[in-house]
């Protein structure tokens, strides 16, 4: 990946919280556009790893950067690129409402006005002119009302610590709208969840920390392809190479199916059919489906 | 960044409910005060009776003037805890992302200084209005027994009794500032909020025994928000706004420095 692009690094990074190894060199990159998501038993350092995006917390050796700049102390808040992060509970003062609480957060660097803070309540479903005060939120409203307080300014870097906690249905299909949205605009997200479905659904890689070490569990995230053939026989010979085919709707009269695969571009694809004699009208590559 | 930090902090000061319930304590103690100045309906009312005197004795100066007993607490609960609520509640880390720890813990303290200080000085100025109303004005200036007189800049009070009134609610203003200093340096290291609100309240009290106890009366906390302008001592003019500014200054420094000290353990520690 170009390294440009490249809004999240972490270089040999370690980190011990009291007596425990809880962090051993990591390595990682989480580029612009890139969902990245990290799973691992509880306590091995999923919240420790975004927390130190934020800032919050400081690597004991090796580096994290930001937008290409290392974050160090004292810098928090002055980083090149913005930080939205909901790192685990939703923390809010109790006695004022929503509104207020995420009003106050963006009175600090004045990025957003009132008008896009109410937006950006409404995008996770709440009502901003609901005047009661955070305590007596339910825990899926406190969730969502985190939600809000992490994309409402439109930050380059999203950090989420198992954000579908506590959302109902509808709750879970606004936030991969809200997924979806973000990663079009070209943020760099780290996810950190237990929900395997979850991580399947919204991640392109995907690492497991064990032992305070980071393992790929997922290099890349599969892409879908529309293959559009000039008859069904060539759609049943890619079947028969194991590969997973759904067939769909005709396009312009001709037979069509979506194949799920690691080819990195049109071309790999286009190579691969070619091998195994496959004819095509066209292939497309169709946009992931977070929903 | 820092006049954002501030007037961010003092705007949610201002317009929380614990701001209106102080003032409203503080009248509270006032009007009972003004209560216990009241002459009984036989007592002929003279020139040592008036408004500016009323103020004075609800402010602490007379026997029954219970306003410094509470003031210490009156200042925190309306300017002193926003550090704690920020912590206990967890809303700091949000506020730490978006800003330095240094903007943070400066505008905290710049802004309950600057919240402290117009609390007490519209609150006291308030009260004064509500004794100019009730009480009579001075018929006559020398008419006034001279030991009714305040010890505290008296050439002052003869020559303009209003800018008098203006220097000690100046006086107070400081001492609020002091106080929410207090408060503030107990919340870098407590979360629970009734310990930080009670803290300078029963520091002043428990300090003012002491300092009683062993003789050294002349800087006892209840007596320098209340009883200085007629006690003994005969406080220099300057005196007693200087003894705030340099309260004020060593808390400053301290809850910068303990703040800092905790955030940074904090950051690398976990």
């Known amino acids: 990946m170009d390294k440009i692009n490249n809004l999240v690094e972490f270089t040999k990074v370690s980190k011990k919280l009291g007596n425990k190894q809880v962090l051993n060199d990591i390595n990682l990159t989480v580029a612009s556009g890139e969902v990245v998501g990290i799973v691992g038993p509880n306590g091995c350092g999923k919240t420790t790893l975004l927390r130190l995006v934020t800032g919050l917390i400081y690597p004991d050796r090796g580096e994290v950067r930001v937008s290409g700049r290392a974050v160090r102390l004292g810098l928090i808040g002055e980083l090149p690129a913005s930080v939205g992060a909901l790192i685990e509970s939703p923390a809010f003062l109790p006695q004022l409402s929503g509104l207020k609480n995420l009003t106050i957060l963006a009175d600090i660097q004045q990025k957003i006005n009132e008008q896009a803070v109410r937006e950006a309540i409404k995008r996770v479903g709440l009502d901003p002119d609901n005047r009661k005060p955070v305590k007596s939120y339910s825990l899926g409203m406190r969730q969502r009302l985190g939600i809000a307080q ?70 890349q995230r599969d892409k879908s392809w529309l293959i559009i053939t000039n008859n069904l026989s060539d759609l049943e010979h890619i079947y028969q190479q194991g590969l997973l085919l759904q067939i769909t709707e005709r396009v312009d009269g001709y037979p069509a199916g979506i194949c799920k695969g690691k080819w990195k571009n049109r071309d790999e694809m286009m190579s691969f059919l070619t091998e195994i004699g496959v004819k095509t009208v066209d292939v497309r590559e169709v946009e992931n489906d977070y929903i | 960044m820092l006049t954002k930090i501030t007037k961010m902090e003092i705007r949610r000061a201002f317009f929380r409910r614990q701001a209106l319930v102080a003032f409203l304590i503080m009248s509270a103690f ?64 949000y506020v730490l992302m978006r800003t330095s720890y240094k903007t943070y813990i400066v505008g905290k303290m710049v802004s309950a200084s600057v919240v402290s200080f117009v609390f007490v000085f519209i609150s006291e100025l308030f009260c004064f209005v509500l004794a100019a109303i009730q009480f009579p004005n001075i018929s006559d200036i020398n008419k006034i027994h001279s030991s009714f007189i305040p010890k505290y800049a008296g050439s002052l009070f003869i020559d303009h009794p209003f800018l008098y009134i203006l220097l000690i609610i100046f006086n107070s203003a400081l001492s609020a500032v002091f106080i929410s200093m207090v408060s503030v340096f107990v919340s870098t290291t407590v979360k629970n909020i009734y310990i930080v609100v009670a803290t300078p309240w029963l520091l002043f009290i428990l300090l003012h025994f002491v300092l009683y106890s062993i003789n050294l009366t002349r800087y006892a906390p209840l007596d320098l928000v209340g009883a200085y302008i007629l006690n003994h001592f005969s406080y220099r003019t ?23 000290r905790n955030f940074k353990a904090r950051v690398y520690n976990g």
């Open chain 1, 150 to 219: 992490a994309i409402m300014e439109k930050p380059n870097i999203l950090l989420f610590d198992e954000p579908t906690n506590g959302l109902d249905q509808e709750g879970k299909i606004l936030f991969s709208g809200i997924m979806k949205e973000q990663v079009e605009q070209g943020a760099a997200v780290m996810m950190v969840s237990h929900n395997k479905e979850e991580i399947n659904r919204y991640c392109d890689r995907v690492f497991m920390i064990q032992n305070g070490t980071l393992h790929p569990v997922r290099e």
């Open chain 2, 30 to 93: 006032f009007i009972q005060g003004f209560e216990a100045y009241r002459p009984g309906p036989l007592v002929p009312v003279t020139a040592n009776h008036n408004f500016y005197f009323a103020f004075l004795y609800a402010h602490g100066n007379g026997a029954s003037g219970l306003l410094p007993l509470v003031f210490a607490l009156i200042v925190s609960l309306a300017a002193g805890d926003s550090l704690a609520w920020d912590k206990k509640s967890g809303f700091i880390q």
């Open chain 2, 238 to 260: 300057l005196e007693i706004p200087f003894i705030w500014i340099v309260l004020s200054i060593v808390f400053y420094t301290l809850t910068y420095f303990f703040f800092a």
